[in-house]
Every structure is written in structure tokens, then in C-alpha cells.
T-cell receptor, first 115, second 113 residues
Framework: EAQVTQNPRYLITVTGKKLTVTCSQN?????MSWYRQDPGLGLRQIYY???????DKGDVPEGYKVSRKEKRNFPLILESPSPNQTSLYFC??????????????FGNGTRLTVT | DAKTTQPNSMESNEEEPVHLPCNHS???????IHWYRQLPSQGPEYVIH???SNVNNRMASLAIAEDRKSSTLILHRATLRDAAVYYC??????????????FGKGTKLSVIP
């Protein structure tokens, strides 16, 4: 089944303890992206990747890192999480980065709580 | 980046048509209009997209104004399962625009039985 898989679905951690949220897609998509969703703010893009080894900042990249060493994987890294990074995170992918209008496919989300 | 404006919330009766508006007055000629929706406790899902002409698929119809400064997502018969947040976004396909995709806050659709 074609899908975007995020892990874990739920994560509770403490301030400063490094963590990684994994994202994997099995559709050979070029474009991958991370979003965070907070009440009243909608979906905000953190980082995106147009292809392997090509990443760029979205609207709210501070406090996050990403890497794209393989086409299928796009992990989100929080080197030193803080409580303001408590949020619902979504990974998404699409077939091509640009120029294209290929739809985005989203994962089911990771709910992160930083205490 | 061209941005979109949507009402915060809308209500519809079950089995009636729903028209969800989106304004995008700074749209460029190479921006496609995409609609996504997010059901409770799920990730967003693609609904429909278009450039200039009206578009139909099994989920919805998209009506695009002649000047392309606004569009309307049409659900022909709302069901309880259509209760979701609907997002209208613009996607630049020229390659010259940013690859960032900004979703905004969307419109929360409530369907009344």
C-alpha cells in the first residue's frame, strides 16, 4: 500500500533530550516535507527536501534539523527540544518537487510533548 | 509567495451542497490551486486541484473565477464524513517560485445531521 509512515505516533520527552521522528515513503517521491500543527495556527512548514541531499528551510525551521540521505527517508531531528516544540507533526511527500502540481501525501502524524 | 484567505468556519446541513470559498488575489499565472482536507485525528488528504478551468472528481468540484483571484470548492451533497478542516493552497509549477507550501488555517466545516 502506498503510504507515508511516521514513527512514533506519540512521544513524551523532557527538555534538552535529543530526539528523532522518522518519516518514510514507499512511492519513490522526490519531494518530502515536515509540518507542525498548532491550535489556531494551521499547518506550518518546517523543512522540505526536493531530492536526496537537497533540503531547505520552511516557515518555522528554528530548533529543527533534517537530513535526506536516501530518497525514501526524511527524519526530523530535535537536537535540544523545548516545551514550545510541543505540537502535532506531519510528514508529507509528493511525486515531483517542481515544476509540477502533484498532490501531497501525508502521514498520520506524531504528537510530541516536551516537558 | 502568493497567499490564500478562507473563512474560519462554515456550517452545512447534511445532504445539502456546500460551497467553500478561497481568495487568492495575488495568484500568479503559474500557480495551481490545490485543496486539501483534514479529518479529525488524521493527516491532511488531497481533494482536488486546478489551474483555470473548473474541475470535477469523485470527491468534489472546483470552480475557478475567470480572473483566478478566487475559487470555490463544491461538495455536492455534504455527509457527516465531510466534517473537516479544508485548506486552499497555491502551488507554483514554474520552477521559479519557492517550493515552500504554506497551508494557513483553513475553513472548519461542520455538517449538521
Amino acid at each position: 500500500e502506498a503510504q507515508v509512515t511516521q514513527n512514533p505516533r506519540y512521544l513524551i520527552t523532557v527538555t534538552g533530550k535529543k530526539l528523532t521522528v522518522t518519516c518514510s515513503q514507499n512511492m519513490n517521491h522526490e519531494y518530502m516535507s515536515w509540518y507542525r500543527q498548532d491550535p489556531g495556527l494551521g499547518l506550518r512548514q518546517i523543512y522540505y527536501s526536493m531530492n536526496v541531499e537537497v533540503t531547505d528551510k520552511g516557515d518555522v525551521p528554528e530548533g529543527y534539523k533534517v537530513s535526506r540521505k536516501e530518497k525514501r527517508n526524511f527524519p526530523l531531528i530535535l537536537e535540544s527540544p523545548s516545551p514550545n516544540q510541543t505540537s502535532l507533526y506531519f510528514c508529507a511527500s509528493s511525486l515531483f518537487s517542481a515544476p509540477t502540481n502533484s498532490p501531497l501525501h501525508f502521514g498520520n502524524g506524531t504528537r510530541l510533548t516536551v516537558t | 509567495d502568493a497567499k490564500t484567505t478562507q473563512p474560519n468556519s462554515m456550517e452545512s446541513n447534511e445532504e445539502e451542497p456546500v460551497h467553500l470559498p478561497c481568495n487568492h488575489s495575488t495568484i500568479s499565472g503559474t500557480d495551481y490551486i490545490h485543496w486539501y482536507r483534514q479529518l479529525p485525528s488524521q493527516g491532511p488528504e488531497y481533494v482536488i486541484h486546478g489551474l483555470t478551468s473548473n474541475v470535477n472528481n469523485r470527491m468534489a468540484s472546483l470552480a475557478i473565477a475567470e480572473d483566478r483571484k478566487s475559487s470555490t470548492l463544491i461538495l455536492h451533497r455534504a455527509t457527516l464524513r465531510d466534517a473537516a478542516v479544508y485548506y486552499c493552497i497555491l502551488r507554483d509549477v514554474s520552477g521559479a517560485g519557492s517550493y515552500q507550501l504554506t497551508f494557513g488555517k483553513g475553513t472548519k466545516l461542520s455538517v449538521i445531521p
